[in-house]
């Protein structure tokens, strides 16, 4: 089963929470945490690369995607911006983004380039009949069609509620098999059910407080829950705190419990067994695993 037929028959099952990577390691770390869908956001590829989501490039993108299916194999949900061009553009996007083995992605209605400014609460929308081209430039290049077209509108943060619902039903009439509504919460999910019913809607937040619970969630009717920013914004607390603590004390301010069970735990995550099983078998010896023979 490929991994685009994997994550619909989950969707069949049952609301999908899908926690954003940033990178193949923390993709582990999230298989490890029990999940079995992951979410890869632009603004996450971009924060790795130290620049803002409006940079991130569709070659960036891509090797972020299939560095993280290649380290997990999971099925993965990747954010393609505003498909990166004009729609002849989308068409190689949606293909070079399917080729990395994602599971589905997002394109939404911004404009491309996208500005800056948008992290300032300054973006923009194309208008509707733009974005029907992307979809449609989107569905013609898709060559599995189990991988999922999601179709994400701005529209209820700049233009209000009626705008999004307009929108999310021209766009899952375009093709998408799925839509996005960004900023779309489950007080809201009732009249989105009125106004599109048969649309499967995906939650993208965990940004702005306070965060529905998944029970919530899964309650108002969402198919899939996307958190783009949790992983990101935890790894800049942790190690802020860590040598910011260090800076001023000289002191490494971490338990030696920690030290002791990260060691093997890390060489666990990144793979390590395989190749000390492989190297004591060519040896003609016992599989040691993590064991240490000189105690370091």
Request: aromatic share 6%.
């Amino acid at each position: 089963m490929t991994s685009a037929a994997r994550l619909r028959a989950a969707m069949a099952s049952g609301m999908i929470a899908a926690p954003g990577a940033c990178d193949p390691f923390t993709a582990r770390l999230i298989a490890r945490a029990g999940f079995d869908v992951l979410y890869l956001g632009g603004n996450a590829v971009g924060l790795s690369f130290a620049k803002g989501q409006p940079i991130v490039t569709l070659t960036e993108t891509c090797a972020h995607a299939s560095a993280i299916v290649l380290a997990t194999g999971l099925p993965l949900i990747v954010d393609g911006g505003a498909g990166f061009g004009s729609p002849l553009h989308v068409l190689r996007s949606v293909r070079e983004i399917e080729h990395t083995g994602a599971a589905a992605l997002h394109i939404d209605d911004q404009p491309y380039p996208k500005s800056p400014d948008y992290h300032r609460g300054e973006g923009g929308m194309v208008p509707i009949a733009e974005m029907q081209q992307r979809l449609r430039a989107a569905v013609e290049a898709r060559l599995d069609t189990d991988f999922l077209l999601i179709a994400r509108t701005d529209a209820l943060r700049g233009s209000g509620l009626d705008e999004a619902l307009v929108r999310a039903r021209v766009y899952h009439s375009a093709g998408a098999d799925a839509v996005m509504i960004l900023d779309l919460g489950p007080e809201q999910m009732s009249e989105a059910r009125r106004a599109l019913p048969g649309v499967p809607l995906v939650w993208i937040g965990g940004v702005v407080p306070p965060v529905p619970d998944r029970a919530a969630l899964a309650a108002a009717g969402f198919v899939i829950a996307v958190y783009p920013f949790n992983t990101i914004a935890a790894i800049a607390e942790t190690v802020s705190a860590l040598w910011t603590g260090f800076h001023a004390s000289g002191r490494i301010e971490q338990p030696d419990a920690l030290l002791e069970r990260m060691r093997p735990e890390l060489a666990e995550i990144a793979g390590m067994t395989d190749y000390w099983n492989l190297a004591d078998d060519l040896a003609g010896q016992p599989r040691r695993g993590a064991t240490r023979s000189n105690g370091q």
